[in-house]
């Protein structure tokens, strides 16, 4: 059975949602799953003003957080973060940054990878974000699995790098129809590929 880690940082909710639609589909398509989202680094009082941000604080605080072991324990990831000014959240990427000890032993290597991120916009730098967590990942000596144009999904998502979805400027905006068939395929491929590979 091919193990599949999810992993990934969100915010006000919507990486959240992502994740578990990723994880619930890899577990449909014979993947034993992995759903681990990365810990908080801010004060929570620092975003108290923020609703959507304390509920999606309040409701994944206490699930388990990712560690490097669920990367080593993986035949494949699918990381998430948002969007920060074209690039990964910091959040996301103090965890990355933890993980020098086990890529310095090679124990990232020769895993399938992909990514998934939102953003406010349609222009709020999701492909940069995508790019720039797959030059890490090549770092680790990684196989990117990115969807490319595989599927007619991807025709309505528009995204060959992997999964991004738009929030809008006030969080509001739930997965679309578009977003979740997206995911779906990323996940499936993601399975696919790596059982073929084990």
Known sequence: MTKLAVIYYS???HGTQMARRIAATGEA???EVRLRHIAETRDPESFA???AWTANYEATKDLPAATG???VWADAVIF????RFGNM???FRTFIDSLGGLWAKGRLADKVYAGFTSSQTAHGGQESTLLTLYVTLMHFGGIIVAPGYTDGV???DGNPYGV???TGPNNQNDLDDATLDALDHLARRVVGVAGRLR
């Open 164 to 166: 991004s979805h738009i």
């Open 29 to 31: 398509a014979g993947a």
């Open 80 to 83: 998430g973060s948002p969007t």
């Open 89 to 91: 959240a910091s959040q």
């Open 11 to 13: 915010a006000t909710g």
């Open 49 to 51: 003003k923020n609703p």
């Open 69 to 71: 072991d669920d990367i």
């Open 154 to 156: 991807k025709f309505a």
